[in-house]
């Protein structure tokens, strides 16, 4: 997805970065990005708190991580992305009608105006 992904934002003359390292540490300075996408992600990261503290971290106030996630996993993810201390979670549950892979949410969680 990464050449699909430069590609997109080329012929929309748009900036971004594509980071394959963990998502609990990025190696990113604080309050640094506007915006992360998270993709299928949550549901497989070895401390999903440690993970949401470091994305609150990295994001800008006002920033906002956007993600849909896999969530048939034993932990709720919705609830976790809801007490990280973002500003405001919002999120929807869906399923995409196959059993392997439902249900999942997609939403948006905005980092706190007044910072950390």
Do not use: W
Not at 28 to 42: F, M, N, Q, R
Not at 48 to 58: D, K, N, P, V, Y
């Amino acid at each position: 997805m990464h050449s699909f992904l430069q590609e997109q934002l080329a012929e929309r003359d748009m900036e971004g970065e594509l980071r394959t390292s963990p998502a609990q540490d990025t190696g990113l300075p604080t309050a640094s990005a506007d915006i992360v996408i998270s993709t299928l992600v949550l549901c497989s990261v070895p401390d999903l708190e440690e993970t949401l503290a470091e994305l609150r971290r990295i994001l800008k106030p006002g920033g906002r991580l956007l993600f849909i996630e896999h969530v048939a996993a034993p932990r709720n993810t919705g609830a976790v992305l809801d007490a990280a201390g973002f500003g405001a979670v919002t999120y929807e549950r869906f399923d995409t009608g196959l059993p392997v892979v439902s249900p999942h949410i997609m939403g948006t969680a905005t980092a706190s105006e007044e910072g950390r």
